[in-house]
């Protein structure tokens, strides 16, 4: 019997490690370059949990700085530019030989020759927002090639260069350190917390029926649950692990690859995120915790799959992440996490099957609710408010709550409390809410808002129909009508009326809106369209001065407006 367990262990092992190298030699070795001459140092990698999807690539840091030089890591040529003010800012695709594209975002500028085709499709559109696809000869490079210089462009959270290495044939990004990039790492992830979830009616842990949080005592790479206790479980639950990796050239705090349960030694749960799908991306929070990332902004990953939750980086589940433990029966539990370099952090802890404890049935615990199929149509009406989900938006069945507000001060409808903030939805539902003491003159300026969770409003846009007001959302939470009569404000920020820009080479202004949002943005010089880069997340729309800033006097025009048709405008007489 000790020489079977020992052989057993023996072949878990050798079949993990084989597994590893296997997932490994799927993707191409020795192929790819890294895009940057730096220090490989990552503050983000491949699939960790991000708001509303997986991360698709990896972040390289760029010692805090813009401006560093970026090469193609293969032979090939642009398939794809993409200028925005949000997502990827500034982005370039470039497709390999080998069936891969690789993907640089959050770009600073393209080289000259980029750049210069790119200007000229934004001035023929006369658009800053351009999505461009180049004819294959257009743009080819070598690999190592210089293309473009690393950013802070779109939604970026600071200097670095978002990269990717993704399937040509579907889009799909795989985790570009499975292509042999040399990044150093010998650290292995870190368990911060673990949660047990009792999954049925008579379900309890420590005899409690609540969701019950454990804290961790680490020891070298191998953690147990801070009182060494053995868990007391009855019925059906699911775990949970919070968690963080790092590597040895950074102290930022990454995602995790790999997070496996096992129960006496048997592989009961394994997830893996090695490739996704764009399309399937916001499973992610079919994947987590939502409740506790909104409340506490804790990320959780849990074993149970709900569902409606279709995606394919799960093996070895037994009964969908949900465990069994039989009555006074001990179990020996080892949940183990994972970099993709191998790395691992691991949790033990005993448990004791318990049998079911009574507890008292409620039955006034859904007597305002109405039962959801995830599956199904779903739709709620009363004389002044009106909801349809369509099915597949929800992850699982829900008991869905209700409840009527009187109009407040600014509002103008009722207010409607709509579900609740910790339940995620996957799809855009329908909502029509009646107004009330909304004149005619403020019609075209009404829009559907949601209280979010931090009490502040949110337009979600919509239009008016036989006195509802009618929009989509993917988010449950309190919704009333607001109008906005407000225009943007515009305000310059090295410009005046009169003055002269001749040592200037750039005219920056900010512009923003109180509440519907900016729908648009137009500048012309002497009339004419001018490019103005659009830095949303600060505000900020910049135009470099060039030829088409005469010498002598020039008029120069801004003219924005929101969601609703408020408008500015922003004159200014500039010399130069």
């Known amino acids: 019997m000790r020489f079977n367990r020992t052989f057993f262990l023996l072949f878990i092992f050798l079949l993990s490690n084989y597994l590893n190298l296997f997932a490994q030699n799927k993707y191409p ?115 190592g090639d210089l293309i473009a210089w690393s950013g802070n462009s779109g939604s970026s959270g600071g200097p670095h260069l978002h990269f990717e290495i993704r399937k040509t044939s579907n889009q799909n990004p795989i985790n570009p350190l499975l292509c042999g990039l040399d990044i150093r790492d010998n650290i292995a992830p870190v368990i911060q917390a673990f949660k047990v979830y009792p999954v049925s009616e008579y379900s309890t842990v420590n005899n409690s029926p609540d969701n019950m949080l454990f804290t961790v005592t680490a020891n070298n790479n191998t953690y147990t649950i801070n009182d060494n206790k053995p868990l007391m479980i009855s019925g059906d639950v699911a775990f949970g692990v919070q968690s963080y990796d790092k590597h040895n050239a950074s102290e930022l705090r990454n995602g995790i690859v790999s997070f496996k349960v096992f129960i006496d030694d048997e592989q009961v749960f394994a997830y893996r995120v090695d490739e996704i799908s764009f399309d399937e991306t916001r499973y992610v929070n079919s994947v987590i915790d939502y409740e506790e990332l909104i409340r506490r ?192 404000k515009i305000i310059p920020v090295n410009i005046q009326n009169g003055k002269n820009i001749s040592q200037q080479k750039t005219i920056s202004l900010k512009i923003s809106d109180s509440f519907a949002g900016i729908k648009s943005y137009r500048a012309t010089m002497n009339g004419k369209w001018i490019l103005m880069d659009y830095d949303r997340k600060n505000d900020l729309i910049t135009y470099e001065i060039d030829d088409r800033t005469l010498k002598g006097n020039n008029s120069f025009l801004l003219v924005v407006e929101d969601n609703v048709g408020n408008r500015s405008e922003y004159k200014a007489n500039l010399i130069r």
């Open 29 to 143: 070795q020795g192929y790819f370059r890294l895009p940057l001459d730096l220090t490989p140092s990552l503050s983000g990698t491949f699939s960790e949990i991000r708001s509303n999807h997986f991360h698709s690539g990896v972040d390289l840091r760029t010692q805090g700085a813009e401006g560093k030089p970026v090469y193609a890591i293969a032979d090939g040529h642009v398939a794809r530019i993409r200028v925005q003010p949000v997502g990827f800012g500034k982005a370039l695709y470039i497709e390999h030989s080998n069936g891969y594209t690789s993907v640089y975002g959050h770009l600073h500028n393209f080289i000259p020759a980029i750049q210069k085709y790119v200007v000229a499709e934004q001035y023929r559109r006369e658009s800053f927002d351009v999505d461009l696809y180049p004819a294959e000869d257009k743009f080819y490079f070598k690999k």
């Open 297 to 488: 902004k804790r990320r959780f990953i849990q074993t149970r799959i709900l569902p409606n939750n279709p995606l394919k980086i799960y093996s070895s589940v037994k009964n969908k992440g949900v465990f069994t433990f039989d009555e006074n029966k001990e179990y020996k539990v080892v949940v183990e996490l994972a970099d993709v370099a191998g790395n691992k952090g691991i949790l033990k802890f005993l448990v004791i099957g318990k049998p079911p404890v009574h507890i008292p049935l409620n039955r006034n615990e859904h007597k305002n609710s109405v039962h959801f199929r995830w599956d199904h149509p779903n739709s709620f009406e009363s004389e002044t408010f009106n909801l349809e989900i369509p099915p597949g938006s929800l992850y699982e069945n829900i008991w869905f709550t209700y409840k009527e507000e009187r109009p407040k001060n600014g509002t103008f409808a009722k207010l409607y409390h709509v579900h609740n903030y910790y339940t995620p939805l996957h799809n855009s539902f329908t909502i029509s809410i009646k107004t009330e003491n909304l004149s005619p003159a403020l019609i075209n300026k009404a829009v559907v808002a949601r209280l979010d969770e931090k009490g502040q409003w949110v337009s979600e846009g919509g239009g008016y129909k036989n006195g509802f007001m009618t929009a989509r959302s993917r988010n449950f939470g309190v919704y009333s009508v607001k109008v906005d009569t407000l225009a943007p």
